[in-house]
């Protein structure tokens, strides 16, 4: 029989929904077959794992198909924004690995032609200055099945409409006293299009543009034309906003712009679970000081993920894997932690810490006497080569790996039982000492010469152990980090509760650790394995007097192994 033919375009990844629509108009030529795609964050927070997404969806698709991605801010709103959260979303887009198209946009650069626009369909009769308080405007919305009602002010004339916004742009009136509305339809099915508003007044000092405006657009109407002005090609955006896309066109529609039109296409916004993405309940977490700040690493934060050692790499792999959906659905933080797991297992150096130290006694070992042994410093590049760990009579072993009476299955160093200590020597477990509480102080143990690391030997063990030599450890802190939540979704929680009602307890824990000396070259920002513990970073707040390490996330997911034995 014949082999079958390796047909090539069998295995060819399918290409997402967006990639369909690009190459599609690459294809037909539209927009001359560029591709300019944009990131449009407000700078009123810290940008969260849902924004990376976004981040590596609008600038690979540009990379992908040859094209470039603008970053604009959207501060449409100064009263929630500042110069602090610009900074930080430049510093994290650039961490992520992507380059913007330069200059840096913001809407603030078109004020005054969305001014104008504002002028325009004033003049055309398809806005209106209202005088309606934001309570009544809310009443008066109606519902979904029940028509809105049209506002008193609705038919003011062009010229007055003109001399009120006018007078709102010189700072004539208070805030809340009058906003500028688009005239559609209040008995539309679609609540965004009744009448929704254009400008409010905001009496605030903006970051870039001072004290020089009064009245600022919203985000519906700055949206849609500054994709215009960039002449953005696809304008790509989370789903909530796909019941906006009429508006958008509407806008876009009424103001005959002439030239190509973006336009508005929509994905699903990810949700992780155990996690909170909304930002004005990360905030409520920063200044009720559940966390540390913007960047602890607890938050879903790109600073706190960055501060806790997770890898550009392993997030683009990571929204790699999520792909774009059309449809909302939660996704299993275990994945994020699994790529996270995937990329450090081939970068991280090893190292031996003991986090819960129990002193072990080698009776036979020369007292005062101390060797160098090898130890791999990644055992998955083999180009990284060897270090030394000091070897000597007094050890720091874990005092989990410790049992006096064991269970069969119980593989690790108990009385009469032998274990291997990993680089090292087999040694056998003899006797142990107790204080006056019943602690167990120190364990004594034989080793055998002739089973050092690498040397042929008879002695078969089922067990091996790290360790840490006591003159030779040194001291570090290590903080403890696990889910910030004790619930899968605690966006979802029933009325009457709070989402902070299911914060862990246990989230952040600080212990004392003992390292072996090669430990003392870390730098903030350095990602170890802990062996048999997981995967460290040092973090910033270390000195030269102490080092302190953030947990990124243990070997396995011993999370789910917790859930397992609840659920049993």
């Known amino acids: 029989m014949n082999k079958p033919e390796n047909n090539a375009a069998e295995n060819k990844p399918s290409l997402n929904f967006l990639e369909q629509i690009i190459e599609n108009d690459i294809k037909t030529g539209k927009h001359q077959g560029r591709v300019l795609t944009r990131f449009p964050p407000e700078p009123n927070g810290y940008l969260h794992i849902g924004h990376a997404k976004s981040i590596c969806l609008n600038f690979g698709l540009a990379q992908k198909y040859n094209g470039k991605t603008n970053l604009r801010f959207d501060d449409t709103n100064p009263t929630k924004e500042s110069t602090e959260y610009v900074d930080a979303i430049m510093e994290d887009v650039k961490w992520l690995g992507f380059q913007w198209e330069e200059p840096v946009w913001y809407a603030s650069d078109y004020f005054e032609q969305l001014y104008e626009y504002a002028v325009y369909l004033i003049k055309k009769g ?21 028509p809105g009602v049209e506002s008193p002010w609705r038919n003011r004339t062009v010229e007055e409409n003109l001399d009120l916004l006018d007078r709102m742009r010189k700072g004539e009136f208070q805030n809340g006293d009058r906003v500028l509305r688009a005239k559609i339809d209040m008995a539309s099915p679609n609540m ?16 870039r543009t001072g004290d020089e405006w009064c009245i600022y657009p919203t985000y519906d109407w700055a949206h849609g034309q500054s994709d215009f002005i960039e002449k953005i090609t696809h304008s790509i955006c989370t789903l909530e906003f796909e019941v906006h896309r009429p508006l958008y066109e509407w806008f876009l529609d009424n103001l005959d712009i002439t030239g190509e039109r973006p336009r508005q296409y929509e994905f699903a916004r990810l949700n992780l679970s155990y996690t909170v993405m909304s930002k004005r309940k990360l905030l409520q977490l ?32 990571f929204a790699d894997r999520v792909g774009v959906a059309k449809r909302e659905n939660i996704i299993d933080v275990a994945l994020l932690e699994y790529c996270i797991r995937e990329d450090l297992n081939k970068k991280a150096p090893r190292t031996m810490t003991v986090l819960n130290p129990v ?64 680089y090292a020597y087999v040694i056998h477990c003899n006797s142990v000492v107790k204080d006056e509480n019943g602690e167990i102080t120190e364990i004594h ?12 030997t008879t002695r078969k063990v089922k067990g091996t152990l790290h360790w840490v ?38 989230s952040l824990k600080v212990v004392t650790g003992w390292c072996e000396p090669s430990i003392k070259s870390a730098v903030a920002g350095q990602a170890f394995q802990f062996e048999r513990l997981g995967y460290f970073n040092t973090d910033k707040d270390s000195t030269e007097e102490k080092l302190v390490f953030n947990r990124t996330v243990t070997l396995r997911d011993s999370w789910a192994k917790i859930e397992k034995n609840q659920n049993k």
């Open 286 to 317: 920063v200044e009720e000081k559940y966390v540390n700040g913007w960047d602890d690493p607890r938050m879903p934060t790109v600073s706190g993920l960055r501060r806790r050692g997770f890898t550009p790499a392993s997030i683009r792999t």
């Open 192 to 207: 965004h299009m009744r009448d929704p508003v254009m400008y409010r007044i905001m009496h605030a000092h903006h970051h």
């Open 126 to 146: 398809k806005a209106f200055v209202c005088d309606m308080s934001a309570e009544d405007m809310s009443k008066g919305r109606g519902t979904p099945q029940i």
């Open 359 to 422: 002193k072990l006694v080698i009776d036979n070992y020369p007292e005062g006497q101390s060797e160098e042994l090898p130890a791999l410093i990644n055992p998955e590049d083999p180009e990284s080569g060897n270090r030394t760990v000091p070897f000597s009579r007094e050890l720091y072993i874990e005092r989990e790996d410790f049992m006096e009476n064991p269970s069969k299955k119980f593989f690790r160093l108990a009385p009469g039982q032998e274990v291997r200590l990993k």
């Open 445 to 456: 143990c034989t080793y055998f010469p002739d089973t050092k690391s690498g040397m042929e």
């Open 469 to 506: 030599s006591i003159p030779h450890a040194v001291e570090v802190d290590v903080r403890l980090y696990d889910r910030l939540f004790t619930v899968s979704e605690p966006e979802a929680v029933e009325e009457g509760q709070d989402f902070k009602d299911f914060i862990n307890p246990d």
